[in-house]
């Protein structure tokens, strides 16, 4: 996918819409990834999504056309990464065929328990909502400190201790010099 172009379009995609933020774009993936894993979809994560769509989105609606460093990029990998995560968690126990689901009824069974997966699926529904909750109100508090790392590359860059590579990317005028070489 990245190899089609498929990285960059999306960048482009998310930096001609204003509204646009990287919280905005997680908490989107993170409903999209939570009810597709409770419905059996797998959409292979990091490698699929995360790494080739929903980071780079992220990263341009943070940027949105401006330089900024490799710390505040991983901030934004960081963070994309972990609503993936939590969405697979979290949704993977919404699922009825679940390896997870069906490992804990075994030995629930095997204690002399007796446990339906539906009963199961029914109580790990309130954990995913709230799991969603707590991750809205973090992406919403990520939106607001994140543009402060961004605040803050820019006063690096006008003060002269970063300059911005051939990637657009803020670097040490030490790195940009060794990057050449």
């Known amino acids: 996918m990245e190899r089609h172009g498929l990285r960059e379009r999306a960048e482009i995609l998310i930096g ?3 509204a646009a933020t990287a919280g905005r774009i997680f908490m989107i ?5 939570q009810v597709t894993v409770a419905f059996g979809i797998n959409m ?3 490698v699929a999504m995360v790494r080739p769509l929903i980071a ?9 056309g401006r330089p900024v460093s490799q710390r505040t990029l991983d901030k934004v990998r960081g963070i994309a990464a972990s609503a993936d ?3 697979n968690f979290f949704g993977q126990n919404l699922f009825l065929a679940a390896g997870g689901l ?8 095997q204690l002399g328990y ?3 997966l539906t009963d199961m699926v029914l109580y790990g529904l309130p954990t995913a909502v ?3 909750i707590v991750n809205f109100i973090r992406f919403i508090i990520f939106d607001k400190t994140i543009q402060a790392s961004v605040a803050r590359d820019e006063e690096d860059m006008k003060a002269g201790k970063l300059v911005p590579n051939e990637f657009n990317i803020l670097v040490t005028p030490e790195e940009l010099k060794k990057e050449a070489e």
């Open 130 to 132: 709230c799991a969603y």
């Open 44 to 46: 292979s994560g990091m």
């Open 102 to 109: 069906l490992l804990i009824k075994g030995v629930m069974e």
């Open 114 to 116: 007796s446990v339906e």
């Open 16 to 18: 001609k819409i204003n």
């Open 85 to 87: 995560n939590t969405g």
């Open 29 to 33: 993936y993170l409903f999209v990834r």
């Open 56 to 64: 780079p989105m992220s990263e341009a609606a943070v940027a949105q």
